[in-house]
């Protein structure tokens, strides 16, 4: 299968060959990611959050482009545009015509800033249109358009963490996040979804985190009881892939979260693609949740128990330590003189 990629164009109007000028909004929102770092001089990381908006104005360039100034990406429907100051052409090849029946990754900033998403397989093409900070209300409102374009087999999800963080319940995040999961089933889709992770940053929603994994888990189940009911050689339309429970088995250590302590390392992610990969071609037909690449819970099983959720250190704990800390050197200070004493 070709190997898709894109560029940064010369300023102007136009992509010079093997590189085409991207011709639909979706596109260009996958291709943004796949522009190499440093096309730009200090250029940024280039991630989904780039994208601004989409124009129709004769007086800028056509198609995906991006402004140096401050890396804003937008997409112009015009058909001929204008080269305009230091506006220039996002470039793509082998991206146009998208693929149908292919693998869509899309939700919030962990879905955005997935490196190795778009080459997790070499016998599919795969599309990312993650956006930072989105919430599942967000990801609800571009579902038709996502399916319209793509026509994807497989949806990667990631959503929720950012809904809990602005001040939602768990209750209504879990109400937008079935709708979401409805309307890619509806489209023919199947769904991995990838549940929260106790990042360092956010103590404070752990409980919630949990709260709403476990009502995603039971969901999961349901639904793969009720397509098992009309079509009993049918395979889950759901799967949960259960990160919270697989880092913790390694100790959810710190290694795994980026400095800002919100989003994951690279380290997080290779354990990420490692999981979904296994959820996606598992030879567990009827599995329909995952935990560190493996099946957990099938048809005709429960759905187990995970660890219990993480417990952010209090002033009370922190100081208790500190005191055992200080007790412990004290005791061995007081050793040492007494053995200087004897020696005297």
């Known amino acids: 299968m070709a190997t898709i990629s894109a560029v940064m164009g010369p300023i102007g109007n136009s992509c010079e060959l093997p590189y085409s000028t991207i011709t639909s909004l979706a596109a260009c929102r996958s291709a943004i990611r796949m522009v190499p770092e440093g096309d730009i001089a200090d250029g940024p990381y280039y991630a989904g959050d780039l994208f601004e908006s989409v124009k129709n104005e004769a007086d800028w360039p056509k198609g995906c482009y991006i402004m ?3 890396y804003s990406v937008f997409f112009n429907e015009h058909p001929i545009g204008a080269a305009s100051g230091d506006a220039r052409p996002i470039c793509a090849e082998n991206l146009e015509p998208l693929v149908a029946e292919q693998l869509l990754f899309v939700g919030d900033s962990d879905i955005d800033y997935w490196d190795d998403s778009l080459t997790l397989f070499d016998d599919r093409k795969a599309y990312n249109v993650g956006f930072s900070g989105y919430t599942c209300a967000q990801v609800l409102a571009e579902v038709s358009d996502w399916v319209d374009a793509f026509e994807p087999k497989t949806v990667v999800l990631v959503c929720g963490e950012n809904d809990l963080a602005e001040g939602e319940t768990v209750d209504d995040t879990f109400a937008i996040l079935k709708d ?3 309307a890619y089933l509806a489209a023919g889709a199947k769904v991995v979804f990838i549940g929260t992770k106790d990042e ?14 476990e009502k995603i888990m039971e969901y999961v189940q349901q639904q793969a009881e009720l397509a098992a009911l009309s079509d009993p050689d049918s395979s889950p339309p759901f799967v949960m892939v259960d990160s919270n ?9 710190d290694t795994l979260y980026a400095d800002d302590d919100l989003h994951l390392s690279t380290e997080g992610y290779a354990l990420w693609s490692d999981w979904v990969v296994q959820a996606i071609v598992g030879e567990e037909q009827n599995c329909f949740i995952y935990r560190s690449g493996t099946c957990v819970a099938k048809l005709g099983t429960s759905v187990p128990s995970g660890p219990s959720p993480s417990t952010a250190p209090t002033e ?3 100081a208790a330590r500190s005191v055992s800390h200080l007790s412990s050197i004290i ?3 007081s050793s040492f003189v007494v053995m200087i004493i004897q020696f005297v």
């Open 316 to 318: 009370a704990s922190i």
């Open 331 to 333: 005791v061995v200070v």
């Open 245 to 253: 429970a697989g880092f913790k088995a390694l100790g959810n250590p």
């Open 180 to 182: 979401v999961l409805q």
């Open 200 to 213: 360092p940053g956010s103590a404070s929603l752990y409980d919630q985190y949990s709260s709403y994994d």
């Open 68 to 70: 140096e100034e401050d």
